[in-house]
């Protein structure tokens, strides 16, 4: 069983506040999950080939071709968030 506190461990990883109620609830919804995925264990895949689509898929890519690029003034015309010709993201 996946109790409170590995639920508020992740939930901490992934930087999202739990109550201790909501953290309850998703012990309990993590159960199940787990137990679908038990189930699934059980299925005998023994002579099963790997499949990775159902069906077959062409993949299509452009080619690349070189374009005209912005001048460094015209990127950061809009944002505040730059720094030695750099863009600035969020400190942790």
């Known amino acids: 069983m996946v109790d409170q506190k590995e639920v508020q461990k992740v939930a901490k990883n992934a930087r999202i506040n739990l109550s201790d109620e909501e953290a309850s609830k998703f012990s ?28 077959d898929v062409d993949s299509t890519t452009r080619s690349d071709e070189k374009e005209e690029t912005l ?18 993201g969020p400190s942790a």
């Not at 003034?73 to 505040?80: A, G, I, L, M, R």
């Open 28 to 55: 309990e919804e993590f159960d199940k999950i787990l137990g679908m995925f038990e189930t699934l264990d059980e299925v005998d895949t023994e002579d099963v080939e790997p499949s990775f689509h159902p069906v």
């Open 71 to 88: 001048e460094k003034e015209e990127v950061f015309q809009n944002t505040e968030n730059e720094e030695e010709g750099y863009f600035k």
